[in-house]
């Protein structure tokens, strides 16, 4: 069975700090995506990576994947208080019918203090 | 713009009653999804069309079922809803063709939601 941890849960930090958030998955898989989620609203895809080395880069997110390691990071620079939400990573394998499934990490709650 | 909607974005019903809710996509994608999400959790895989095929996942309750009558459309339908079906509903499709490989054609798009309350 597929298993996905992100840490930390809970994260708050101070306007233009920088941070890191981790999601380790237990077993190989396709691809790794990272959504954002704001309260009360769907989720928005963020960046796939496709590949061992990969990383994107859009505005202060930046996710890197290392799939020897099992590991993908999403790196935050100089936040801003719009980054404020939920951020889930998702891994995606292949499954009957030949259709891919995401399995999510819990989630990390950014909030991003003045 | 192409899209994923859902109807109705906020859906009341009572113990027990039966409630069907709606999703739609103007991206002709070949698989469609429908995740439930609770208050602070992660989003968790119900089950999904590919093309007419359904696939559940093992541990979705029977109260839970699905029909898309054709490629734009699919619908979740609960039987007898219960307190603890009270949840955010996301549709969510993707492309998929039959062989693809390689590239990012297979990211998942999101619906809205469908906010659903249980008296």
């Known amino acids: 069975e597929l298993k996905v941890e992100q840490n930390p849960l809970f994260l708050s930090m101070q306007e233009g700090k920088n941070y890191t958030i981790y999601c380790n998955y237990s077993?190989?898989?396709?691809?790794l995506y990272w959504y954002r989620q704001d309260p009360g609203k769907s989720l928005e895809s963020l960046f796939v990576l496709l590949s061992n080395g990969a990383v994107k880069q859009e505005g202060r997110l930046m996710a890197s994947l290392d799939t020897k390691a099992r590991l993908s990071t999403l790196h935050i620079t100089a936040a801003v208080h719009d980054l404020s939400a939920t951020y889930f990573c998702?891994?995606?394998?292949?499954?009957?019918?030949?259709?891919?499934?995401?399995?999510f990490g819990s989630g990390t709650q950014l909030t991003v203090l003045p | 713009d192409a899209m994923v909607i859902q109807n109705p974005r906020y859906q009341v019903t009572q113990f027990g009653k039966p409630v069907t809710l709606s999703c739609s996509q103007t991206?002709?994608?070949?698989?469609m999804y429908w995740y439930q999400q609770k208050s602070s959790q992660a989003p968790k895989l119900l089950f999904h069309?590919?093309?007419?095929?359904?696939?559940n996942e093992a541990d979705t309750p029977d109260n839970f079922q699905s029909r898309r009558p054709n490629t734009s459309f699919c619908f979740l339908d609960i039987r007898s809803p219960g307190l603890g079906d009270a949840a955010m509903y996301l549709c969510?499709?993707?492309?998929?063709?039959?062989?693809?490989?390689?590239?990012?054609?297979?990211?998942?798009?999101f619906g809205p939601g469908t906010r659903l309350t249980v008296l």
């Open positions: 991206l002709n994608h070949n698989v």
């Open positions: 077993t190989t898989s396709d691809r």
């Open positions: 969510a499709t993707s492309r998929d063709p039959p062989g693809s490989s390689g590239g990012a054609g297979d990211t998942q798009y």
């Open positions: 998702a891994v995606q394998r292949f499954s009957s019918g030949s259709a891919r499934q995401l399995t």
């Open positions: 069309y590919y093309d007419k095929d359904f696939n």
